[in-house]
T-cell receptor
Framework: GAGVSQSPSNKVTEKGKDVELRCDPI?????LYWYRQSLGQGLEFLIY????????KSGLPSDRFSAERTGGSVSTLTIQRTQQEDSAVYLC????????????FGPGTRLTVT | GQNIDQPTEMTATEGAIVQINCTYQ??????LFWYQQHAGEAPTFLSY????GLEEKGRFSSFLSRSKGYSYLLLKELQMKDSASYLC???????????FGQGTELSVKP
């Protein structure tokens, strides 16, 4: 079956521009997570959605970052007024629910801010 | 605060055994995870421990001691394809989000 997909796979943008990153989770998965991975670093939690509950935004690094999940499926991560330190790989993961122990990761979007 | 420590890099020989350690200090504990990540690829799930002891799955085993805040991943009969980054992650008491360590880059040499 289809796994988690993300688009675009690569995005180069100029400092100060806004970007939108998309995640399509595995069908039926109610939990969706966003992480980012800077060069040579581990994964940093950003935000997670579980069903219709309010999202856990505790990992968002600044108010320039926001995310939404429409219809309990597709999610969009938006970064406004991008900065060079936002350059990273943004990974999305989904799981059947928040108690399931395995998270399935997408291939990521590599964001480069010039 | 929350802190997860693991060695930055390790080198081992094909056919040998290697142990990757992970220590953690987190607010709440609801499971420890190991993921494998090949360069340029997404992480893939390897193992999950929530109770103390050893979980074995083929060539890979994972151990947990909650009282010591310690885990290790044991890889046996190393193969060249095991060269990858190994990520230790902890789920706390705040839903399903994972807190990751920086990862251990394992290089398997012939």
């Amino acid at each position: 079956g289809a796994g988690v997909s993300q688009s675009p796979s690569n995005k180069v943008t100029e400092k100060g521009k806004d970007v939108e990153l998309r995640c399509d989770p595995i069908s039926g998965h109610t939990a969706l997570y966003w992480y980012r991975q800077s060069l040579g670093q581990g994964l940093e939690f950003l935000i997670y959605f579980q069903g219709n509950s309010a999202p856990d935004k505790s990992g968002l690094p600044s108010d320039r970052f926001s995310a939404e999940r429409t219809g309990g499926s597709v999610s969009t991560l938006t970064i406004q007024r991008t900065q060079q330190e936002d350059s990273a790989v943004y990974l999305c993961a989904s799981s059947p629910d928040f108690v399931s122990y395995e998270q399935y990761f997408g291939p990521g979007t590599r964001l480069t801010v010039t | 605060g929350q802190n997860i420590d693991q060695p930055t890099e390790m080198t081992a020989t094909e056919g040998a055994i290697v142990q990757i350690n992970c220590t953690y200090q987190t607010s709440g504990f609801n499971g420890l995870f190991w993921y494998q990540q090949h360069a340029g690829e997404a992480p893939t799930f390897l193992s999950y421990n929530v109770l103390d002891g050893l979980e074995e799955k083929g060539r890979f085993s994972s151990f947990l001691s909650r009282s010591k805040g310690y885990s290790y991943l044991l890889l046996k009969e190393l193969q060249m394809k095991d060269s990858a980054s190994y990520l230790c992650a902890v789920r706390g008491n705040q839903g399903g989000k994972l807190i990751f360590g920086q990862g251990t880059e394992l290089s398997v040499k012939p």
